[in-house]
């Protein structure tokens, strides 16, 4: 059984460039969202796609969009960068189930914005 | 936007001690999960509690739950340097759709001197 994975690593952008950033699943899980976490803050939801469609969204705007593909990877999208963007991006993997589950958490992707 | 919030920001203990983590929340959650984060890096899950639920245990982690007053706590007993880290509560809610929403505290900074 293999875990989360995210790439890249670490990503340096500059303001009003676009970016990918990938994830992929944990073996069996069938749910992926993708979270923003500032410095010094707690992660911020930003959406969550089940059956390859976004089927919960944060407060986020819709420049920030994803994808979620038949094999269970997921892509989140970010067009137009701002500087407010720089954060620490994770994206979790879990199973849908009645009454919620436990998230299984990537490394993350440490994005900064010049 | 935050949910959760833990209490204290940050916690000094010696090792050998036992250390207290304390999360307030402000709706009707389905269950509330405690997560942890090394030096920003991807978050680890703890243990979840689901709401008709009063008390849990996980190896050296006593989690509470009191509905009532919206509040939870974290117990680490006998804690070790490698507990040294960030403590994260986060309350799960149905969104609709299938969808279940995690929502994270700021955290509580934990550090365990040797």
């Known amino acids: 059984e293999t875990g989360v994975t995210q790439s890249p690593t670490h990503l340096i952008k500059t303001r009003g460039q676009q970016v990918t950033l990938r994830c992929s699943s944990q073996?069996?899980?069938?749910?992926v969202s993708w979270y923003q976490q500032a410095l010094g803050q707690g992660p911020q939801f930003i959406f969550q796609y089940y059956r390859e469609e976004e089927n919960g969204r944060g407060n986020f705007p819709p420049r920030f969009s994803g994808l979620q593909f038949p094999n269970y990877s997921s892509e989140l999208n970010v067009n137009a960068l701002e500087l407010d963007d720089s954060a620490l991006y994770l994206c979790?993997?879990?199973?849908?189930?009645?009454?919620?589950?436990?998230?299984?958490f990537g490394p993350g992707t440490r994005l900064t914005v010049l | 936007s935050q949910q959760g919030e833990e209490d204290p920001q940050a916690l000094s203990i010696q090792e050998g001690e036992n250390a207290t983590m304390n999360c307030s929340y402000k709706?009707?959650?389905?269950?509330l999960q405690w997560y942890r984060q090394n030096s920003g890096r991807g978050l680890v899950h703890l243990i979840l509690i689901r709401s008709n639920e009063r008390e849990k245990h996980s190896g050296r982690l006593r989690v509470t739950l009191d509905t009532s007053k919206k509040s939870s706590s974290l117990l680490i007993t006998a804690s070790r340097a490698a507990d040294t880290a960030s403590y994260f509560c986060a309350t799960q809610t149905y969104s609709g759709a299938g969808s279940y929403q995690l929502t994270f505290g700021k955290g509580t900074k934990l550090s365990v001197i040797p």
């Open positions: 709706t009707s959650i389905n269950n």
């Open positions: 073996s069996g899980h069938n749910t």
């Open positions: 979790a993997s879990s199973l849908i189930g009645q009454g919620g589950n436990e998230q299984f």
